[in-house]
């Protein structure tokens, strides 16, 4: 029979208690467990972890526990009538993974539990978790929360605070009120300077506490200074535009300004979308901003109303062409298109626009445009229509969308009168935002990755390399460079995988890496930069009071046996003394045909060959 015996690799072992007497003496004790098995079982020995692998590691390196994952690797390898027991040692602390009794109970073999760890629970202050945005948009307070335990700490006081280079960007006292104590610390921090920062939520240390390596964890914000831009340019005041301005002040990641044709003086190409509200109009004079519109490939959101040029709409090629427009209006309600595909929504949104009252639609013949697609059609009274209520079309570069009424405010304070909310408004207007404003990448070479990597991830990176018609190649090397925070340089050449790059960095230690990866094609040198963060990981430092109860459960339910480091003898006489746990042996019967056995053939040949012998030379023949 097969006998497993498992060590847990973590790091959570040296937390407390004598680590140098752990060190010292117990890889000795387990090696002679599994030396005195051997002599009458096959021993297969693991290290588990975040991982599982083979052979018995004492480093203490790994920085997550998936105890349910060593059960379930032997139950994959093992399963059957060979397996005869699992010993497995541990302080019963997982951090990863699924509750490891089910996984146990299934291998339907007696579970031998060595206890380590230490069970005392001591005063200590530990940082649980912190919840913190990964973007932010430069000027904005982002919120970060802290969850912090405190145990044998009543009454005294220690502080929250968040730390950039040392200094206090936002901090608050915390008094522990009970024992123990397990809080949320709500914190407001600028966004005041742009790109990946680095911060330390912190504890503050109290004497007495058994550990300080859990008083703290990093985090990073990438803190980005390139919101974009949208003009709202309205013919004259009007209701809608202050629906629309209130709905996009609320999208993050974009910044809005509003103005009017007869005084508007700045520049379309420094925005990103143009919202044209009831323009273009032969009341208000816009050609030479249509016309860099047009220049620039800027996308637009056409809003008709009763003072809209039909001619000049036709012009912008948005999608729509409209044919004996009046200035007269119909009521007009929305009909979702269940077909349309540039983005999602809800079922349940689109019963909920079907709700709201009807635009005001200028009177005349609206049909899409090539390659247009209409969100909604208009519906008058109870008759569902096909003249499009919204269209959008992708063109090339340049996306464009058409709503062919007006009254949107309508449909805002009807969100809030129906449903106590502006959700379902704004989920329409930042959904067609997103949509026109999308920025396509153009470039030829690209470099893609994970955002984040954890502390013992290996981090891979993947490139693309388009020639001039926008094809992929790899002929050319492709190198990249990573730098981490103390300026120091990591070169790599990417290997070719398929039409493209990829390399395999290995393990790197936490911290941020920029990078800049490089090719040259056709002489045309092409290059790439990001960066990318490395999470250390601090899942081990925040659990260091032993689960032996685990041990226990697990082993009064597999009718196994749970002792201390101390005393391991205990599970070698018990698999001896067990007596489900024997050699077996195994018979197989098995038929053959009599014609297969060449020997007899062989046999019965000679026979005849002596006989033919001997009656020849007696002279029978």
């Known amino acids: 029979p097969v006998i497993v015996l498992a060590h ?20 000795a004790v387990l090696n002679g467990l599994a030396e005195q098995l051997e002599e009458e079982y096959e021993v297969r020995t693991f290290t588990y972890g975040g991982d599982v692998k083979e052979g018995l590691d004492f480093s203490q390196g790994e920085g997550r526990t998936d105890i349910d994952r060593i059960f379930r690797d032997v139950y994959d390898r093992f399963a059957g009538p060979d397996l005869g027991a699992v010993v497995i040692d541990g302080d019963g602390i997982y951090n990863t993974g699924r509750d490891p009794r089910l996984a146990a109970e299934r291998l339907g073999v007696p579970v031998y539990a ?110 980005l200074d390139d919101r974009q831009k949208i003009l709202l ?81 036709n012009a912008l090629e948005g999608g729509l062409e409209i044919s004996n427009g009046q200035r007269m209006t119909n009521d007009a309600m929305a009909g979702m298109n269940p077909d349309f595909a540039l983005f999602t929504f809800d079922i349940e949104d689109a019963r909920v626009f079907e709700r709201f009252p009807p635009l005001q639609v200028p009177i005349g013949t609206y049909e899409l445009g090539r390659g247009a697609t209409a969100l909604i059609f208009q519906k008058v009274g109870v008759v569902r229509t096909r003249y499009p209520l919204m269209v959008l079309q992708p063109q090339g570069e340049r996306h464009s969308a058409t709503l062919c009424g007006e ?100 393990s790197l230690p936490p911290g941020r890496y920029t990078w800049k990866a490089a090719v040259t094609l056709d002489g045309e040198r092409l290059v790439a930069n990001g960066e990318f963060l490395v999470k250390e990981l601090v899942a081990e430092r925040l659990s260091t009071v032993a689960d032996h109860g685990l041990w226990a459960a697990i082993s009064a339910r597999t009718q196994g046996l749970m002792t201390h480091a101390d005393d391991v003898d205990r599970i070698a006489e018990a698999i001896i003394a067990k007596k489900t746990i024997v050699p077996r042996s195994y018979a197989h019967a098995s038929f053959s045909d009599l014609i297969g056995l060449r020997w007899i053939f062989f046999l019965l040949l000679a026979l005849l060959t002596v006989e033919w012998a001997l009656r020849r030379r007696s002279g029978t023949y």
């Not at 847990?8 to 890889?27: E, K, Q």
């Not at 802290?146 to 200094?167: M, N, P």
């Not at 911060?199 to 964890?217: F, I, K």
């Open 407 to 506: 009254g949107l405010w309508r449909w805002r304070l009807a969100d809030q009168q129906l449903f106590n909310t502006h959700a379902h408004f704004d989920k329409f207007v930042h959904k067609t935002v997103a949509y026109l404003a999308l920025k396509q990448d153009k470039s030829r070479f690209r470099v893609r990755h994970p955002q984040e990597f954890a502390q013992n991830d290996r981090v891979v990176l993947e490139a693309e390399l388009y020639n001039a018609s926008y094809e992929p190649v790899n002929t050319p090397e492709a190198a990249i460079t990573l730098t981490d925070e103390s300026g120091k340089d990591l070169a790599y050449t990417f290997s070719r995988k398929g039409d493209g790059y990829a390399l395999e960095a290995g």
């Open 114 to 223: 060595v206890a380590l760890g230490d069970t005392t629970v001591r005063p200590d202050l530990v940082l649980r978790n912190v919840d913190h945005n990964r973007i932010t948009y430069l000027g904005n307070e982002f919120p970060v929360v802290a969850r912090v335990e405190a145990r044998h700490f009543r009454g005294q006081k220690t502080r929250v605070s968040i730390l950039r280079d040392g200094k206090e960007l936002a901090g608050t006292d915390l008094v522990v009120e009970t024992d123990p104590l397990i809080v949320e610390i709500p914190l407001l921090v600028k966004a005041d300077q742009p790109g990946l920062q680095r911060l330390t939520v912190r504890v503050a240390e109290r004497e007495g506490e058994s550990s300080v390596a859990n008083n703290a964890q990093t985090i990073y914000v990438d803190v």
């Open 233 to 313: 340019l309205a013919q004259a005041p009007h209701p809608d535009v202050a629906a629309l301005r209130e709905s996009l002040n609320a999208l993050e990641g974009y910044g809005t300004d509003v103005a009017y044709a007869a005084t508007f003086q700045g520049a379309p190409e420094e925005y990103d979308l143009i919202i044209l509200h009831q323009l273009p109009s032969a009341n208000a004079a816009i050609q030479p901003v249509l016309k860099r519109i047009a220049e620039k490939n800027i996308p637009t959101w056409t809003i008709i109303g009763q003072n809209t040029d039909f001619n000049q709409v």
């Open 8 to 27: 847990d690799g973590s790091s959570s072992l040296l937390a407390t208690g004598d680590t140098a007497a752990f060190r010292a003496r117990y890889p």
